[in-house]
């Protein structure tokens, strides 16, 4: 999958129409990710939630059992939750705890053993694959921790490569005025061995919001860069949800990083075991302590 995305550009439907991978590693899940996860751009304005129901994305007593028999591992075991529109909500847990396979069965990238997803209202689990795309492409964008560039694409072609793939028609405005708020405007054509770690994660970034997507989910977006570069990507996260309402999941380690949310949802042995509101990191810190023991 990884060297054909890359050598031999395949046609959209050919990434699109890729089927979900169980079993694979996390470095070609992330890829086929990357990949078939873009979402499709509104025609015009701010990122859409549907409120509705007050939630964007929910969960309802999501299991995933990885594996059969002796060695079977239960990463998630009866998680249900509802994402608050417009807000950041982070993911906290130790390593191993699931947060990552609640991110992937959230975004509709893996399917729950059991236990429902609902993305802006339609339960997922219904859906046949070419319904699930769509859906994906629409309502979905999502940052990884190895940033997941294509590297023969220049900075800009990786931000607009949703919806070079949706086939959607590029709003130079919205583009550009995206390009100047991840900063880097200036290296547009940069390809990613170009540019530093933390412009390769802002490259992401871009890729992720260019969509305006109605949730975007990050994996531990500043577990690969320095405390300075992750408190820059931070900011443009915080930044994002403030300046366009952008529904933000946020998977991280970091409790600085938890103390920029609205809500921090703590993960221990695949199951929901703190749900707070704002919390300062010392809080975070303290709580995770307490948690370890
Ligand atoms: P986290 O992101 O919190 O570190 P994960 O969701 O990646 O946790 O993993 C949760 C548990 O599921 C871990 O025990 C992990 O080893 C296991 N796991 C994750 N992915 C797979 C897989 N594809 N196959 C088998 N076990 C897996
Ligand atoms: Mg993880």
Excluded: C
């Excluded at 995206?178 to 530093?196: V, W």
């Amino acid at each position: 999958m990884k060297s054909r995305v890359i050598q031999d550009e395949p046609e959209p439907t050919d990434l699109i129409d890729a089927p979900a991978a169980t079993g694979a590693s996390h470095e070609d899940k992330e890829l086929k990710m990357t990949a078939i996860a873009m979402p499709a751009a509104e025609a015009d304005g701010r990122p859409v939630a549907d409120t509705a129901n007050g939630s964007v994305v929910a969960a309802h007593e999501l299991s995933r059992r990885y594996g059969e028999g002796e060695t079977a591992v239960d990463a998630l075991r009866g998680v249900s939750l509802q994402v608050v529109p417009g807000k950041l909500t982070a993911v906290m847990g130790p390593s191993g705890s699931g947060k990552s396979t609640l991110m992937h069965l959230l975004a509709g990238l893996d399917q729950p053993t059991s236990g429902e997803v609902t993305i802006a209202g339609t339960s997922i689990g219904k859906l046949n694959d070419t319904d699930l795309t769509k859906l994906r492409r629409e309502h979905i964008g999502f940052i990884f921790q190895f940033f997941n560039l294509l590297p023969m694409l220049s900075a800009e072609e990786n931000v607009v490569l949703p919806l070079s793939l949706a086939g959607e028609k590029l709003d130079r405005k919205w583009v550009d005025e995206l390009m100047k708020r991840i900063g880097l405007a200036e290296r547009s054509n940069h390809r990613p061995s170009e540019l530093s770690g933390g412009q390769q994660q802002r490259v992401a970034i871009g890729r992720a919001l260019v969509s305006k997507p109605t949730i975007v989910f990050a994996d531990e977006p500043t577990g690969n860069l320095d405390s300075k570069t992750g408190g820059e990507i931070l900011d443009l996260m915080r930044n994002s949800v403030d300046t366009y309402g952008q529904t933000t999941v946020m998977v991280t380690h970091d409790p600085r990083a938890a103390a920029i949310a609205d809500r921090i949802l703590f993960l221990a042995d695949g199951v929901i075991v703190r749900d707070l509101g704002r919390t300062e990191a010392h809080e975070v810190i303290a709580v995770t302590e307490e948690l370890a023991r």
